[in-house]
C-alpha cells in the first residue's frame, strides 16, 4: 500500500504527527497546508490500495473522500477533535474522534501512543489555545515554569506559522516545519537548536508591532469585533492575536475579521464556554469549528454587516 499521512498545518497537527511517527514510524507522502485547508483527502490520487492517517482535520469536509478511498480497497486511520456527524463505521476505517472541549488532536495521539512524547502533546495544546488544560500537564511531568513557558511558547508560534491564504504568507511550509521538528525527539532541544524556532520568534515580534494599535471596530459589554487589512502580518496574526485578546479579557468573546487580498473576510471567532462559536459560523458557508474556537473561511464582503450583527446578537444571547 501507499502511504499518506495529510496533517492541519497548525501546532495541533504537527504534534500529533510527530508523536505518532515518533511511535509508529512509516515511510508516506506527507499532505498539509494552511489552517484553514482542512479538505485535504481531495489532493489524495485515484486507485486503490492507500493507506491514509488523517490528523486535526474535521472528518465532515472530508467524509466524501475518506468513502473513496474505502471503497477503493484501502485504509483510513482518522484522529481529530471537531464535530464529525458524517462519520460512519467501516471495517477499514479507524477512528479516533473526541470534540470534548478540553480536547485536541495532540491529545487524542497522546492516549492512542501510551503518552510517550507527551511534552509534544502538551505543545499542541498550548497550541490549541487549551491552556489550562496544557499547564495542568506540565505540572503533572513535574516542569516548572520556565520549561512550561518554552512549550507555551513553542506552541504558540508552531500556531501562529500556519495563518495565512497562502503558504506564501507562512514564514516555512508547514510540510518542512514538520521535517524540521521531526529530528528532535524533544521539543525542549528544538527550541534550544533550531534556527526554523528563532525565525518563527523573529517573525513574530515584527509582526505583533503592526498590531499595537489594533482598536475594536465594535464592542459591548459581552465582547468586541475587529476588522484586519489584508495584509501579509495580518493574515499570519488572526489566529494568535484572537488567542490573545481572549485571554486579556477572559469572560469576553472575540471576533477577528481580517480582509481576503481577492475581497471578502476570513473570520476566527473565540468565545467564552457556553456561547458557541461553532453555532455562530455554521450559519455561514464555509463556517465551522468547536464551541470555544471557530472561524468561516470566506465572509462575503455583501455578509458584513450581517455578521456583525449576528456575532453581537449571538453573544449577547448566549445562543
Known amino acids: ?30 499532505v498539509t497546508g494552511v489552517k484553514r485547508e ?18 486535526d482535520l474535521c472528518f465532515d469536509r472530508n467524509a466524501g473522500h475518506v468513502r473513496r478511498v474505502l471503497e477503493a480497497g484501502g485504509t483510513v486511520q482518522y484522529f481529530d477533535h471537531h464535530a464529525a456527524s458524517l462519520c ?49 500537564l506540565a505540572q503533572e511531568r513535574g516542569h516548572g515554569d520556565e520549561a512550561t513557558l518554552q512549550l507555551r511558547n513553542l506552541g504558540l ?14 514564514h516555512f511550509h508547514p510540510q518542512a516545519l514538520y521535517e524540521a521538528l521531526h529530528a ?13 524556532y528563532q525565525a518563527l520568534a523573529d517573525g513574530y515580534r515584527d509582526d505583533q508591532q503592526h498590531a499595537q494599535s489594533l482598536r475594536p471596530h465594535r464592542e459591548s459589554d459581552d465582547g468586541a469585533l475587529y476588522l484586519l487589512p489584508a495584509a501579509p502580518w495580518a493574515r499570519r496574526l488572526s489566529g ?28 476566527s471567532v473565540r468565545t ?11 450559519r455561514y458557508a464555509d463556517g465551522n469549528g468547536r464551541a470555544g474556537a471557530a472561524g468561516i473561511d470566506r465572509l462575503p464582503e455583501a455578509e458584513l454587516d450581517r455578521f456583525i450583527a449576528d456575532y453581537f446578537r449571538h453573544i449577547e444571547r448566549g445562543t
Open 184 to 196: 528532535f525527539e524533544s521539543p525542549f532541544d528544538f527550541v534550544v537548536s533550531s534556527p526554523h
Open 38 to 55: 482542512i479538505d485535504l483527502l481531495r489532493h489524495l490520487p485515484e486507485g486503490p490500495s492507500l493507506e491514509v492517517t488523517a490528523l
Open 1 to 30: 500500500m501507499h502511504g499518506f499521512d495529510l496533517f492541519n498545518g497548525d501546532a495541533d497537527g504537527l504534534c500529533s504527527l510527530h508523536q505518532l511517527r515518533l511511535c509508529e514510524p512509516r515511510s508516506a507522502s506527507l
Open 157 to 170: 508560534l508552531l500556531n501562529y506559522n500556519a495563518y495565512g491564504e497562502t503558504v506564501q504568507d507562512l
Open 240 to 267: 494568535t492575536l484572537a488567542n490573545a485578546l481572549t485571554q486579556r479579557s477572559p469572560g469576553a468573546c472575540v471576533a477577528l475579521l481580517t480582509a481576503r487580498a481577492e475581497g471578502g473576510y476570513v473570520v
Open 272 to 282: 467564552r464556554a457556553g456561547v458557541g462559536a461553532d453555532v455562530l459560523c455554521r
Open 88 to 136: 460512519f463505521e467501516h471495517p477499514c476505517l479507524r477512528t479516533c474522534i473526541d470534540p470534548s472541549p478540553e480536547v485536541c488532536t495532540a491529545l487524542l495521539v497522546d492516549r492512542h501512543v501510551g503518552g510517550r512524547h507527551r511534552d509534544w502533546a502538551i505543545t499542541g495544546a498550548f497550541g490549541d489555545n487549551l491552556l489550562s488544560v496544557a499547564e495542568k
